[in-house]
C-alpha cells in the first residue's frame, strides 16, 4: 500500500497531499471508484453535495476505519447562512453515513448572493462543535478570502481551486502560503486541455521516464499543492497517486509553469457558482 504524505493544516488536521476527486461520478461510479482508491492506499476523498454522489461515496467508505480516511465534501449557495452551513453539513453527513467530517467547504463564494460571509461564520460553528475538523473554501479569489478573515478574525484552512501548470494561479498560491490556507486543486490535469500532449509536458516525462500525469501532477505536490485527480480506472489511480518517488529539477518546474496561460480562461468565481 501506498504511504501518503500528510501537510498539517492551520488548526492542526493532518490532510493527505493527494486525493481522489469524484466529480461527475453518479453513485454507483463513485462507489466503484472510490472503493479501490481506499485499497490502493488513496487516504482522502473529495466529494460535494452538487455531485450528488455522497450516498455512493459512503458506500465505500464504509470498508475502510473511519479514523484513517480524510472525507471532504462542499455545500451549495442555498446554504450561505450560520445555521444553513449546519443543515448542509447534517445532510451530507447522513448521505455519506458518517459523524462528521474532515474538511467541509463553501463549494463557490457566489458574490451576488452575498452571503459567503454568514456561511463561513457557520463553518467556524461547526468547527467549534467538534463537527468538522477542518473548514476551508473552494473557488475563493483572494479578495474573497481577504473578506472572510476581515470579517471573522478566521482563515480558511483550505482553499481548493482549478489549478494545474496552464491555469498555474501563482497570485492565489501566495496570498494562501501568507495567510496560512493550503491550496487544494481540482481539475490538477487539465482537463479540457491539451496540458498531457504538450511538447514540454511530454519531453520532461520523457526524460523522467514517467507517463505525462505523473510530472503535472509532481509539479503541484513540489509547490506544496494538494492535486485531487479525478480516475475510475484503477492502472490510472495507482499511477496518479505515485508521484512522491522522484523530483522535477527548478528547470522542469519553471517550464511548467510557463504554461501558464495557454488554455482557455479558468472558471471566474465572480460570475460562476451554485
Known amino acids: 500500500m501506498n504511504q501518503v504524505p500528510t501537510v498539517t493544516l492551520s488548526h492542526g488536521t493532518a490532510m493527505p497531499r493527494i486525493g481522489l476527486g469524484t466529480s461527475p461520478m453518479n453513485d454507483a461510479d463513485a462507489e466503484r471508484a472510490v472503493g479501490t482508491a481506499l485499497e490502493l492506499g488513496y487516504r482522502l476523498i473529495d466529494t460535494a453535495e452538487n455531485y450528488r454522489n455522497e450516498t455512493g461515496v459512503g458506500r465505500a467508505l ?76 473552494s473557488n ?20 481548493q481551486v482549478q489549478l494545474s501548470p496552464v491555469w498555474a494561479k ?28 504538450h511538447p514540454t509536458v511530454r519531453q520532461i516525462a520523457k526524460a523522467h521516464e514517467r507517463p505525462a500525469g505523473q510530472v503535472v501532477l509532481r509539479w503541484e505536490t513540489q509547490q506544496d499543492v ?28 519553471s517550464a511548467l509553469a510557463g504554461l501558464d496561460g495557454t488554455a482557455r480562461s479558468a472558471a471566474d468565481s465572480d460570475h460562476t457558482g451554485h
Open 226 to 253: 494538494v492535486p485531487i485527480p479525478k480516475s475510475a480506472d484503477r492502472g490510472r489511480l495507482a499511477e496518479n497517486l505515485a508521484v512522491f518517488d522522484f523530483d522535477l529539477t527548478d528547470g522542469e518546474l
Open 170 to 197: 501563482a497570485a492565489e498560491r501566495e496570498f494562501h502560503a501568507a495567510h496560512g490556507i493550503v491550496t487544494e486543486a481540482w481539475s490538477p490535469l487539465g482537463k479540457g486541455t491539451d496540458l498531457l500532449s
Open 62 to 137: 464504509k470498508n475502510a476505519p473511519r479514523d484513517e480516511v480524510f472525507v471532504t465534501s462542499k455545500f451549495n449557495k442555498r446554504w450561505h447562512s450560520v445555521d444553513g452551513a449546519r443543515q448542509a453539513f447534517e445532510a451530507s453527513a447522513e448521505k455519506l453515513g458518517v459523524e462528521y467530517l474532515d474538511l467541509l467547504l463553501i463549494h463557490w463564494p457566489n458574490p451576488q448572493q452575498d452571503r459567503y460571509v454568514e456561511a463561513w461564520q457557520g463553518l467556524i460553528t461547526l468547527r467549534e462543535a467538534g463537527l468538522v475538523r477542518a473548514i476551508g473554501t
Open 140 to 159: 475563493f479569489k483572494p479578495a474573497h478570502l481577504q473578506r472572510l478573515i476581515d470579517e471573522t478574525g478566521v482563515a480558511p484552512e483550505v482553499n
